[in-house]
Each structure stands twice: as structure tokens, then as C-alpha cells.
């Protein structure tokens, strides 16, 4: 009987090294006539937001824009003024190969920023934002998964891998008018906005993605109270619903939702009595949605014949896993100034992370997370001036964590939720920030399997002597397979004739090796 092979197309992941690219940001900036003349820098920021991306062939291009905010004061202690600016640009950047179904994400950071008036009337602004692409392919193997003839005994493993993955994005406009309190001053100008988006709700129906969640807005602009200068934080949340549209997804899909703010622009509005006490918000926000569906199949990792020579081919495949994720809340506690240098009052304080990195700790059990942590508040220094000083604190956190292998990508995703401060009566300004780490594991099982089998059925195997059964001593804890490779017999012969349950036979004891043919 001729040897016939049946054979399964796994997809497995292909990892591309990550890519990173630098764009620099420059700006030359005349103030408009109706804007005061610089007497004090005192703040500059940019961030940066990938707004958009499209991979073609071997080639991954995206859209770039920073937003560029600069504070200064006016002679006389004049209220904070801003002057925003966006710039955007077009980047690309060679992937290597052609990647089908590709998981893709596109980090921008802030490198570093460099302002300075070159006289009253004119800002220069130099700095650098880098992006990280990462990116996984998807490619097909076809190996073996059953075979039958020629006596050919087979070895075989289960391998569980995501099957199918989907992927959607969203774009959400969010506007909204909100009208300050009687309580609260009338606002100048916004001197800085801060919105996250917090883990949202997801569930499907009929077939469609329904997503649900809030976006939180802290502001801090700028106003008058008792004839002087002053700053006014505040706090507001913009609720969102969406149906999302994912061709192929059921029941039987994990799916994630990640909301990823993509602008978040506050301008003051002057109401019916021609005061700003409106504050219009507009916000962009994408949803990012992936669906996986699981697949396991019984795949042969090694054979042989009992009669015949026989040679196997060999294939390392890497079958992608479901994500698995955690999210760790904790607290990080920095001492941001002591004595003197305290100040008077403290308008605002808030928290940005950057450099984030994760990895599996030596012993397996853990996930290490660590970065900086970039303090930034707003105060009245003991001139009466507000200044806006930024200061870094290094921090790691160890997160248990189960099933993890250092084979297994690892990374994480650190949030601030909230920042309180507290001036003791020591005269330290301490701050506290409330941290949520989500980390992700997303890797894949490493397994040798048999691509190919010839046999040569030409020959038979030549024995030492004609006999039905064979003495063998066992070492203990060896597996039956490798003991019936040895002696081209049968697995479930050992089994049988030594009432074995297990794959191994783990006493060291004689035992009975029954020939077959």
C-alpha cells in the first residue's frame, strides 16, 4: 500500500524588526499684530499623532501631524498667551517583504524640544518627534497532519493558533459646548488639554460591534479673579456610542477595542452675554477593533516505518496564540520640590509617561514594566508669576502573571487616570499618580513538524535476529515513542504489552518490546 499524506495550511506569524524613523520639527513664528509683546517663555509642548497609515506591497506610508503649543507672558505680568500651531507630514518606509493581513501599530514620541524668542515679536522652536512602526505578517505552511501506508507510525502534537483575525477602524467626531459654572471665571485662553480615553465597553449584536465608553477632558485655561492674573483647572467627560462594522465576526471571536484619541481641541465661546463662559469641544477619536477566532488541529511531528527506511523533513513553525492581557493598576509617589522652592499655589499637576519598556522577568513569573514619568504642574512662583516647571522620575513594576514564555513578545500600555498632589507640613509639594499598566503577550508557540515523509519500500529494515519480543531496561521517565523509533515497533504495542497509560514510562523497570511488522 502506497504512502498517502493528508496536509494542513497553518498560518503562522513572521515578525519584521521594528523601524524607526525621526522627523524633525521646526517652526519660525511672527506673532500677529493683536498679540503682546514676549516678555517671558514659559512653556512649550508638541505632541505628535499618527492619524492615519496604509501598507501597499512592501511599503508602509503614513500620516504624521504635531501639535505645537507655546506659552508666554506679556510685560506687566499679562495674562498667559498661547500660540498653536499643527504641522503635518507624509512619511514611508520599506517593510522588507510583502505582508498579507499585517498587525500593525505606529507609536510617535516627542523626542526633544528647544524654544527661545529671537526678539518680542518672534518665536523659534526647534525639536524632534520619532516614530516606531511595528509590524507581524501572516504567512501559510503546509505540513503534515495525518499519513497511512507503508506501516508509517506518526507522532502528533496539537497546535492551537489564531485562524482568523479581523480588523476594523472607526473615526468618531465628538462636539460639545460646556458652560462653566457660576462659581467659575470667565476664560481667556486654554493653556493646556489633556484627554484620555478610558478602557470602553464592547458587545456584539446582530452581527455588529456595539462600543460604548467616555472621554475625559482636563483642562487648564487661563482667567482673572480679584483683579489678578490666575489659571482655572477643570474636568469634563464626553460620552460616545458606535457601531462598528466587522465583516466575518460571530460569537466565536475574542474581540478588542482600543480607543485612541486623535485631537482635542478646546476653544473658549462667548455665550448670550458676550462672556466666555462656553467652552466648545471638539474631538477625534479612532476606534480600533480586532477580532480573533481560534483554530486547533493535530499536526505530525515525527515518523517512521516499522518495515521500511524511512527519512522525515522538519519545519519550525510559529502559530500564533490569542493575546493575552492584564492590566495592573499601582501608584507612584515623587517629590517634586521641598522647602523654598515650593510654591505658593498650585493651579494644576499632571503626569505624561514615555520610554515605556516590558519584559519577562528571569524567572518566567513576572512582566516588568518600567519608564519615565514626565510631573508637570502649574504654579504661582513666589513673583506671583505662573510658571509651568516639568519634572522626571524614573519608575519599574513587577506584574505577575501567568503563562507567560520568553518566547512571547511583551509589551505595555501605561495610562495615568489621575494625579492629586499634597503640600505637607514639611513644605514638600508630593505628587501622586494613579497608573494603569495593560500588558499584552501576543506570541507564538514555537514547534518543530514533519513537512515530508519518503519511504523506500525497495528495502526492508534489516533486524539482528528473528524474534517476537525484545528485553528492554527503561531508564525511567523516557518517552514511549523514542523506545519504539528505536526497535520500529508501535507505540500502542509497548502500551499494551506493558499496561503503560502515559506517553512515558516512568519507573525505571523491564520492559517488553513486542516486534510488529
Not at 493598576?329 to 515650593?342: D, I, K
Not at 493651579?347 to 509617561?353: A, G
Not at 524567572?363 to 516647571?389: C, F, H, Q, R, W
Request: glycine share 4%.
Amino acid at each position: 500500500m502506497e504512502l498517502k499524506t493528508n496536509r494542513e495550511s497553518v498560518p503562522v506569524a513572521v515578525y519584521v524588526p521594528d523601524i524607526v524613523q525621526e522627523q524633525n520639527i521646526e517652526l519660525d513664528y511672527i506673532l500677529p499684530d493683536y498679540y503682546p509683546d514676549i516678555f517671558r517663555l514659559v512653556h512649550c509642548e508638541v505632541k505628535p499623532v499618527v492619524t492615519g497609515y496604509s501598507v501597499s506591497g512592501d511599503k508602509i506610508s503614513y500620516e504624521l501631524r504635531c501639535d505645537i503649543r507655546i506659552l508666554y507672558c506679556g510685560e506687566g505680568g499679562s495674562l498667559l498667551q498661547v500660540v498653536q500651531q499643527k504641522q503635518s507630514f507624509t512619511k514611508s518606509a520599506e517593510i522588507g517583504r510583502n505582508c498579507d493581513n499585517a498587525e500593525i501599530s505606529v507609536i510617535p514620541k516627542t523626542d526633544h524640544i528647544n524654544f527661545r524668542a529671537v526678539n518680542k515679536r518672534r518665536l523659534d522652536m526647534r525639536g524632534a518627534v520619532s516614530v516606531r512602526i511595528k509590524i507581524s505578517c501572516d504567512e501559510t505552511k503546509e505540513v503534515i497532519s495525518d499519513a497511512e501506508g507503508m506501516n508509517i507510525q506518526l507522532k502528533k502534537s496539537p497546535v492551537q493558533f489564531a485562524s482568523k483575525k479581523l480588523n476594523a477602524e472607526k473615526i468618531v467626531q465628538i462636539n460639545d459646548e460646556i458652560e462653566l459654572s457660576d462659581t467659575q471665571p470667565e476664560a481667556v485662553n486654554i493653556i493646556s488639554v489633556r484627554c484620555r480615553a478610558d478602557e470602553c465597553e464592547h458587545k456584539l449584536v446582530s452581527g455588529k460591534l456595539l462600543v460604548k465608553g467616555t472621554v475625559t477632558a482636563d483642562i487648564l485655561y487661563s482667567c482673572e479673579q480679584n483683579g489678578m492674573n490666575s489659571a482655572e483647572p477643570l474636568s469634563f467627560d464626553l460620552a460616545y456610542s458606535q457601531i462598528v462594522d466587522i465583516d466575518g465576526i460571530d460569537d466565536s471571536c475574542i474581540c478588542k477595542v482600543t480607543p485612541e484619541i486623535l485631537c482635542c481641541d478646546v476653544s473658549p465661546v462667548a455665550d448670550k452675554n458676550s462672556e466666555n463662559r462656553l467652552l466648545s469641544c471638539e474631538t477625534e477619536l479612532r476606534l480600533v477593533c480586532k477580532a480573533v477566532k481560534t483554530s486547533s488541529v493535530m499536526l505530525v511531528t515525527d515518523a517512521f516505518s516499522t518495515v521500511y527506511p524511512c527519512e522525515a523533513e522538519y519545519t519550525e513553525i510559529r502559530a500564533e496564540k490569542i493575546p493575552i492581557s492584564a492590566i495592573e493598576n499601582f501608584r507612584h509617589t515623587a517629590v517634586l520640590s521641598t522647602g523654598e522652592n515650593t510654591p505658593d499655589k498650585v493651579y494644576s499637576i499632571w503626569c505624561s509617561p514615555k520610554n515605556i519598556n516590558a519584559h519577562i522577568t528571569d524567572d518566567g513569573k513576572a512582566v516588568a514594566v518600567s519608564g519615565m514619568l514626565t510631573y508637570s504642574t502649574a504654579e504661582k512662583d513666589k513673583n506671583g508669576n505662573i510658571v509651568m516647571p516639568q519634572h522626571d522620575e524614573a519608575f519599574e513594576q513587577i506584574i505577575e502573571m501567568a503563562d507567560l514564555s520568553t518566547e512571547k513578545p511583551v509589551s505595555a500600555d501605561v495610562k495615568i487616570k489621575d494625579v492629586s498632589y499634597n503640600i505637607g507640613s514639611d513644605g514638600n509639594l508630593t505628587a501622586v499618580a494613579d497608573i494603569s499598566a495593560e500588558i499584552l503577550t501576543c506570541g507564538a508557540e514555537s514547534i518543530r513538524v514533519v513537512s515530508e515523509i519518503s519511504v523506500d519500500d525497495s528495502i526492508r529494515k534489516k533486524r539482528d535476529s528473528d524474534y517476537a519480543i525484545k528485553l528492554y531496561f527503561s531508564s525511567g521517565n523516557e518517552d514511549i515513542w523514542d523506545i519504539a523509533k528505536r526497535y520500529s515497533t508501535s507505540v500502542n504495542a509497548i502500551l499494551e504489552e506493558n499496561d503503560i497509560t502515559g506517553d512515558t514510562a516512568d519507573e525505571n523497570k523491564m520492559l517488553l518490546i513486542p516486534i510488529v511488522s
